[in-house]
């Protein structure tokens, strides 16, 4: 008897493609969205940066992260020479040398 009520039931629809993949499908969409308008503009932004650093030269007008205006009058591997005043010199780290003050100063 439990037999027939069994066959007698109907059976129970398949989900189709898009009901069983479409968590996965929105996942990867967010991940592509989140690739083309964050990650791959900020990989640009440092990529045009560090061959903006490793082009400085003597005589390059600089801005630093700490907002220190300079002139560079020493290039080495990872440091430059500024001068910010007269005879005022500092050392810093080429990493944070943020703008060229030359393009400001045109504006």
Not at 43 to 67: P, S
């Amino acid at each position: 008897m439990i037999d027939f009520l069994q066959a007698a039931a109907p059976a129970q629809p398949q989900p189709g493609f898009m009901q069983q993949y479409s968590f996965i499908i929105m996942i990867g969409l967010m991940v592509l969205v989140l690739w083309l308008f964050m990650w791959r503009p900020e990989a640009k932004r440092r990529k045009q940066m560090q061959a903006f650093r490793d082009g400085l030269k003597k005589g390059d007008k600089i801005i630093t992260a700490g907002g220190i205006y300079g002139t560079v009058k020493e290039v080495k591997e990872t440091t430059l020479l500024i001068e910010v005043d007269g005879n005022v010199t500092l050392r810093i780290d080429k990493n944070m040398v943020v703008a060229d003050n030359s393009d400001l100063q045109r504006q």
